[in-house]
């Protein structure tokens, strides 16, 4: 490993976290579409059994791997330690070598994962550490529901002490004093962290790529315990319900179940997400939901190779899986 900053050529790696719906696919989209003439590899990381992300994320010509198969600060290490080898490898001209030609590492953590241990592989083990160079923790964080996010979530807490750059997105969905009131808490928590106010993740690739901004040191002191291999614990009662159907659905139907269930539940309802096959409708609708605010747009449309289908992901508390299935079943379209 190298000691010196200036001659290490290791390739540097950013953790893109936030709480859920904070704005990361949207940042991850500003990125991979900038002018900045590096090439990225990212990996995404997200909670529950399928995707929407990665069916979200710009087409690219960037490597996007996904890891879908749990947790990234918990279950899945073992596959993030492998996904890096197997990068490390292709840039170093063995294994799958069309894979190597990336300049840096990015990682979309899933709004539940704790930073901590994601960035703990970056110094435990001794491979990765050889090849690899953690330059930043980047924590969007949502300015409409960081408030009751931080409250009630430990994860939020976790993601704002361990940021070396917060952005503070949504500055549009919040006025001016409550905006300030969010900074001096976020300052409170965590004071060495840099603070950008953003609209749609939009942020100077400069702030947050090729920083330098991770300091061991200053980890240890928010948590001695870093480095230690130990258990973490994440809210039991979150939980995530994945539907999946072929019939063409009906909008309206859908958006009058989904206000029905969030005139009473949208506290505890964190994040909802699909593309939807939509009766009448040639093109994807993306459906997107934080809390009690959401909203459907219609994307591209579908492939000639695609089977038009609707999947949907909704993340949150005391979610009562036989029901939704029966008002999900009961949005299929007449
Ligand atoms: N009003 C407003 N909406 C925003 C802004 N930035 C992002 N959004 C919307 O917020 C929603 C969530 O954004 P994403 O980028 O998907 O959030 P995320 O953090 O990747 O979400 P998860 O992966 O589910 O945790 C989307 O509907 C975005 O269009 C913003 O600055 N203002």
């Not at 600060?73 to 330690?81: H, K, N, P, S």
């Not at 330059?135 to 939020?156: P, R, Y």
Request: charge should be negative; charged fraction near 25%.
């Amino acid at each position: 490993m190298s000691l010196n900053q200036d001659e290490d050529t290791r390739v540097p790696v950013t953790i893109l976290t936030g709480f859920l719906g904070a704005g990361k696919t949207t940042l991850l989209n500003h990125v991979l579409t900038a002018d900045h003439g590096q090439k990225i590899a990212v990996i995404v990381n997200e909670y529950g059994e399928v995707g929407i992300d990665n069916q979200l994320i710009v087409g690219a010509d960037e490597e996007i791997i996904e890891m879908n198969n749990g947790c990234i600060c918990c279950t899945v290490r073992g596959d993030l330690i492998r996904i890096l080898s197997e990068l490390m490898e292709a840039k170093q001209g063995k294994g799958d070598q069309r894979k190597g030609g990336f300049d840096r590492i990015l990682i979309e953590t899933t709004g539940l994962a704790d930073p901590a241990p994601v960035a703990q592989t970056f110094f435990v083990d001794e491979a990765v550490a050889d090849f690899y160079r953690l330059d930043a923790i980047v924590t969007v964080v949502d300015a409409k529901h960081a408030g009751q996010h931080l409250d009630e979530g430990h994860e939020a807490q976790e993601q704002v002490a361990f940021a070396d750059v917060l952005l503070l997105n949504k500055t549009d969905l919040v006025p001016e004093n409550d905006l300030v009131r969010l900074e001096q808490r976020l300052r409170a928590m965590n004071p060495a962290a840099k603070q950008y106010r953003t609209l749609q993740s939009k942020i100077d690739i400069g702030h947050i790529l090729g920083i330098e901004a991770f300091d061991l040191a200053t980890k240890l002191e928010i948590d001695p315990g870093f480095l230690e291999e130990e258990d973490h614990n994440h809210d039991d009662d979150v939980a995530s319900l994945f539907f999946r159907e072929t019939r063409p659905l009906d909008i309206d139907k859908v958006n009058k179940f989904l206000n029905e269930w969030l005139q009473d539940h949208g506290t505890d309802t964190f994040r909802y997400k699909g593309v939807l096959h939509i009766k009448g409708v040639d093109q994807r609708v993306v459906f997107l939901g934080i809390h009690m605010l959401f909203s459907s747009y219609a994307d591209r449309a579908w492939r000639s190779n695609e089977t038009p289908l609707s999947e949907f992901v909704i993340i949150g508390r005391n979610l009562d899986e036989a029901w939704f299935k029966e008002q999900f079943a009961g949005c299929v379209a007449s």
